[in-house]
């Protein structure tokens, strides 16, 4: 492992998104103080299933309740590598569900967030997240899942 990637001062999380999709179009949001369009969900808390944490980010950030949903895909490797506004640097794992089923409106529920907006596949935006941009466009392209990279 390269002086860039020693696990001295390094933090390791799971993040737990969902592809919300409705008339074929994707739900992305835009964090506050943030440019790129990301997918709703967040970071694991210690002890929660993947699931439990997906579906707790979504109701959190979207008010949206989620009923079910497949895995779409996870991410490992060195696109995981990040380094945070902070400075600090990590390996942010990514584990991605799918759903067309899920119930209430969308609203932002906190700060933390400051647009939701459903996009055709036809018209994403091009400021998506880096780590989970591939997804996006995986989604777009109805690529076989789940998507192991």
Known sequence: MSDNHSLQNQILTISCGVIIEKENK????RPAGETNWCLPGGIMEIG???EEAAKRNVLEQTALTIESMKLFGMQSGRDCFVTYRNGDKGFNLQVIFHTT???GKVRIKDAANREHRFYPKTN???NLNPQQKAFIIDWKDNKETPIVN
């Open 124 to 126: 994403l935006p091009k």
């Open 101 to 103: 089923e899920y119930s």
């Open 26 to 29: 994707i739900l992305l949001q």
């Open 48 to 50: 929660e299933k993947y």
